[in-house]
């Protein structure tokens, strides 16, 4: 039998049928959720909430350090000034973020020196979101050290609890707070991995007796406090060693006595009393070169405690060279390079007295020296 085809009817046909489906299925969408329940094929189950005890005493512990300490904590942004090669007009561009901690009531923030270096303009924003315009106190570069100076009112500012690195042991659980990527307060945790690193600072100097830690510290964290159980300050983190600039496990920490001591100088004087002998040193590939262990003096400055104890320095007579006392130790600690010195010298204070052993041809002397200020 043959069928006769009418296009305007087949057309209409599938109109209708369309109609009915989309009827169908708004309907059923649009079905009271008792109707749908009673429904045998449409099946809906919420999953129960199982159980837990109570937090564990290492979780209710890093709770509570998180909640005292994290209110201490700051973000820091710093903006320096561009000028436009086109129009030679001068604009703000953002350079940088970082952490840093309260320090006192008085409103001195402190952060690492890099975090702020060359800044044009620095804003510190607090842990209740506030943003305060930051002066700078001083800084030390050889300590990556910075103090900033923010007018908040008193109620607004939660210096951090200060503890002390000097007793810290590999394996003690340690707490890092800061704005790692710009996520403000983010706090990790980890270990205390190692002690007594060496890491170099913006100037070149070598800063000793550093906390290396595994607790992740990414950029933006250089500046923040590194905490121990206690929730208090053992070290200001500063470094991190890492092939892709993100956190591999390798950080490091500023310790808080040495932070403790350039922190107070900074505050009083503006800057760090760095004291001294009062001499200048051969470099140490030029003692080597001569073959000489220890420290060779080169030159003692006029009206120093060097030259008030009688150290000698080098010195030449026609083509003869006379070399100057070689320091062997300080107070009993074996010099043999200009870090061991600078290290020895951190250790004290301006006014202090020490006693130099000095070989001074084949006789060894020990010598009481005064540290002065170098200027």
Do not use: C
């Not at 409103?107 to 804003?123: K, P, Y």
């Not at 924003?125 to 001083?138: E, I, N, P």
């Not at 913006?202 to 905490?227: C, E, F, H, K, W």
């Not at 290290?343 to 004290?348: G, K």
């Amino acid at each position: 039998m043959r069928l006769n085809y009418n296009p305007v009817r087949f057309i209409i046909t599938v109109a209708l049928l369309a109609a009915v489906v989309v009827t169908i299925r708004h309907w059923y969408e649009t079905r009271p959720l008792g109707d749908l329940r009673q429904d045998a094929s449409y099946s809906f189950q919420t999953r129960a909430v199982s159980p837990r005890g109570d937090l564990t005493s290492e979780e209710s512990n890093a709770i509570s350090i998180f909640e005292r300490a994290s209110t201490s904590v700051v973000f820091i942004t710093n903006t320096s000034l561009q000028r436009d090669i086109f129009t030679m007009s001068v604009y703000e561009r953002p350079r940088g973020t970082g952490s840093g901690f309260i320090w006192d009531d008085q409103g001195r923030i402190l952060t690492n020196f890099h975090v702020i270096v060359d800044a044009s303009r620095v804003e510190v924003t607090l842990a209740d979101g506030s943003k305060w315009k930051a002066s700078l106190v001083g800084a030390a570069p050889d300590k990556d050290l910075a103090v900033l100076q923010i007018d908040a009112p008193r109620e607004k500012l939660k210096p951090i609890a200060v503890g002390g690195s000097m007793n810290l042991k590999v394996g003690q659980t340690v707490y890092a707070i800061g704005n790692p990527f710009g996520l403000d307060t983010t706090m990790t945790s980890g270990i205390v991995s190692a002690l007594n690193r060496e890491i170099q600072s913006l100037s070149g100097r070598m800063i000793q007796g550093v906390i290396q830690t595994d607790a992740a510290i990414n950029p933006g964290n250089s500046g923040g406090p590194l905490l121990d159980s206690a929730g208090r300050l053992i070290g200001i983190n500063t470094q991190i060693v890492s092939p892709s600039g993100v956190s591999a496990g390798v950080g490091f920490a500023v310790p808080v006595e040495t932070v403790n001591r350039a922190a107070s100088q900074i505050i009083k004087y503006g800057k760090v009393i760095k004291p001294g002998l009062g001499v200048s040193i051969a470099r140490d590939e030029v003692a080597r070169q001569l073959g000489i262990e220890g420290v060779l003096i080169v030159k003692v400055t006029e009206g120093s405690g060097a030259e008030q104890a009688g150290l000698r320095g080098s010195k030449v007579v026609g083509e003869k060279i006379f070399l100057g006392d070689i320091i062997q130790s300080i107070d009993g600690v074996p010099v043999r390079s200009f870090d061991d010195l600078g290290r020895i010298m951190d250790l004290h204070q301006v006014g202090e007295t020490v006693i130099v052993e000095a070989l001074r041809g084949n006789d060894l002397k020990k010598i009481p020296v005064t540290l002065m200020d170098l200027k």
